[in-house]
């Protein structure tokens, strides 16, 4: 305790010596103005500050944040959103009531309701002193009240407000991989796992890792989620563009794969690895089993890792189509751990349960050496930990109630309700893009989206060049300011040279499908008649 004070003592006699000489230092400059350098003149007046540039512009940012781009929530939004503060002001202001947002895969924004068991668990586990409580019996169903103990008894300290590891709270990792075993039928490994806050952070971490420089490439799918080209120019790497075949209901072609593989390493691009989003985002295709078994053959036999988006697995529509995991359709082709490697992603925010805000989600790593490992787990604990609300939604999406659990009936309900309204909406929609003169939409097989392709006349076209906008961008902001309706342009997802689409979700409640597309055909007519080409 001495040594302590004397120490402090003389790091106060030390501070006040230092400050006395940065007075005298002052002073001393005062008379004679040359002692420091600086950027303005000895008889500047204090006013003169005002006119000094400010620290930080679009001149002396990083130039990657400038070419990064995400048109989800891009400028059509932002409108949207200044609309939506008018109408709240002043209910008159617009020729519409609301906003309705069709921009972004955003489910209980528009009114669908969170699966009950999943929060009858996470409320338990966020306020664990109520389960001793003779209340709790009668207000929580049993196998709920179950779970939470089960959860609680892996998290340390029982406490979700407490870091975990780093990949992942280990009990949790271990819930994951046997659900994901017990879909694909092929082992899963919990330190495979890294549990992250929804599918984005995964991504970013994957460009991290592989992304050197420009000249390392990433192929993506044309049309795309714009996480990937944000996240690819935002590590400073190139996208290797791909284009799904609209044709053939967004067809993924291998020789498509192979010339621009070809293309890009012409151009000394060294490619990293292919992103494949199966079901389709924004185009809501869901891949054959045969297509994805030639997919990793071609990551296989070029040594590309393949980079799998899953996180829509849950949703798809159509009979004739399957959900088929990377992981299992790699490993029935007898190729393990030595033979590719694949990353494949998951998220709470898609599926049927649509806890967007929860943040939670996955990536099971396989593949990499161990030192490789090792690094990723690096740049993981940088950010210490995934929160873990979401990570417990993440194991409860993977092992949902089962039969003879109390809670399996109204889950089952609750799930098999959401997601045949969603076929049922997704069906609706695309029958009446179809309607519409000049637009053209494949079948939504799949995903939370339609992606139809608008063929606009001449006259809209150039008027769209002299507002200096894209053709699509165009139409979604005179849609938007007309009826209320946000859709996505295509031209933020990429696309064909010269075509135009636009993207919809499909997630407006049911009873209010039939007001978005009333307001959409009686636009769209407006819109073709004003900008015909034949007036």
């Not at 070809?262 to 989003?277: H, N, Q, Y």
């Not at 950010?383 to 109204?410: F, T, W």
Request: aromatic share 8%.
């Amino acid at each position: 305790m001495r040594r302590f004070v004397i120490g402090r003592a003389r790091n106060l006699l030390e501070s006040s010596r230092q400050n006395h000489r940065f007075q005298r230092s002052l002073l001393s400059s005062s008379q004679s103005p040359h002692r420091f350098l600086s950027s303005t003149s000895p008889d500047s007046s204090p006013s003169s500050s005002s006119t000094m540039a400010p620290p930080v512009t679009l001149n002396t940012i990083n130039p990657k944040v400038l070419e990064c781009e995400y048109a989800v929530r891009g400028e059509i939004v932002t409108l949207a959103q200044k609309l939506q503060e008018e109408i709240h002001t002043k209910l008159e202001a617009h020729p519409f009531e609301e906003i309705l947002y069709c921009n972004i895969g955003n489910p209980q924004s528009l009114g669908q309701q969170p699966i009950t068991f999943f929060r009858e668990v996470l409320a338990l586990c966020d306020h664990p002193s109520i389960l001793d409580k003779s209340e709790t019996q009668g207000l929580f169903s049993a196998d709920s009240i179950e779970r939470a103990w089960q959860i609680l008894d892996q998290i340390p300290g029982r406490a979700t407000g407490a870091y975990s590891h780093s990949q992942g709270i280990k009990g949790l990792r271990d819930t994951i991989a046997a659900g994901i075993e017990a879909r694909d039928g092929f082992p899963a490994d919990p330190n495979d796992i890294f549990l992250t806050d929804g599918a984005s952070p995964a991504v970013h971490m994957m460009m991290q890792l592989l992304i050197r420089s420009e000249k390392d490439g990433i192929l993506c799918p044309i049309p795309q989620y714009p996480l990937y080209s944000a996240s690819i120019a935002l590590h400073g790497g190139t996208l290797v563009p791909y284009y799904l075949d609209e044709a053939t209901g967004w067809g993924l072609e291998v020789s498509e794969l192979k010339k621009q593989l070809e293309t890009a390493r012409s151009k000394g691009i060294a490619v990293r690895a292919l992103v494949v989003i199966n079901p389709g985002n924004p185009t809501g295709q869901v891949l054959a089993e045969e297509n994805q078994k030639a997919i990793v053959e071609f990551c296989k036999q070029e040594g590309l890792v393949l980079l799998a988006d899953e996180v829509y697995q849950e949703n798809v529509y159509v009979p004739e189509k399957e959900f088929h995991s990377f992981k299992k359709v790699s490993r029935s082709m007898g190729y393990g751990e030595k033979d590719i490697a694949l990353v494949s992603f998951q998220s709470v925010s898609k599926g049927y349960y649509g806890e967007c805000g929860k943040r939670g989600g996955y990536m099971e790593v396989t593949g990499f050496g161990a030192d490789v490992r090792e690094q990723i787990y690096k740049v993981a604990s940088v950010n210490l930990c995934s929160n873990i609300s979401g990570q417990i939604l993440a194991s409860l999406v993977m092992s949902p109630p089962k039969v003879g659990d109390e809670s399996y009936e109204s889950y089952s309900a609750e799930r098999d309700g959401i997601l045949s309204s969603l076929a049922r909406r997704a069906k609706t929609l695309e029958d009446a893009f179809n309607k519409l003169e000049g637009v053209t939409c494949n079948k939504a097989e799949g995903a939370m989206y339609l992606f139809p392709q608008i063929r606009l006349p001449e006259k809209a076209i150039k008027a769209a060049e002299a507002a200096k906008s894209a053709p699509d961008a165009f139409y979604c902001r005179r849609l938007l300011t007309a009826t209320g309706i946000v859709f996505v342009p295509g031209s933020g997802f990429g696309q064909v040279p010269g075509t135009w689409h636009f993207r919809c979700t499909i997630l407006p409640q049911e009873e209010k499908i039939p007001a978005v597309i009333t307001r959409l055909t009686d636009f769209h007519k407006s819109f073709m008649d004003e900008f015909h080409d034949g007036i």
